[in-house]
């Protein structure tokens, strides 16, 4: 099944293993719940690399990119309860990036997730020409590798990392 709505934002984090199931609670029993309520916010999904780095991520999927800069999730980020607080202190090599979604096929979604992240030397045109070129809609068998390759090839600046779905959350 192909992503919901039109923006995206992904998040990513470590945090200290002493504050790990303060932290999963706080996720599962209220951040999650709080997004998702947001005006234009669709889905929340939480992945954990089981060997990797960082070893938190979060995709949050909504109806338009602009809700990502909207009144409603401006006053959500303003109003933070103390919970949420205590824990966003405790985030480590906290990454915050935000996508629209101009491409998105398929038949379902997996248990695992690849992410590429690319930063181009020749900017932001260079970056979508080389990814226009590899990713005709008409044919995205194989989209992963081909992007991939892309970013190996074209771009030389590819970082990949492979986080699982968390499938049981922390009671």
Known sequence: MPMAGKGMLL??????????????????????????????????RRYVAHDGNPKYLSL?????????????YRTALANQTAWSKANIARFQNMLRAVARIT????TGRGAAL????LRPSGGEDKLRAALHEQLDPADLDGAFMK????????????????WLRDSQPIA
Do not use: K
């Open 11 to 44: 998040t990513s984090m470590n945090i200290d293993a002493s504050d790990e199931a303060e932290f999963n609670r706080w996720y599962d029993r209220e951040h999650l719940e709080e997004r998702v309520a947001i005006e234009g916010f669709l889905e929340a």
């Open 60 to 72: 949050y999927s909504t109806e338009t990119f602009e809700v990502l800069d909207s009144p409603a």
């Open 114 to 117: 690849g992410i590429i992240r």
């Open 103 to 106: 491409i998105s096929q398929g």
């Open 147 to 162: 992007i991939t390759a892309a970013a190996a090839r074209s771009l030389a600046c590819a970082r990949v990392g492979i």
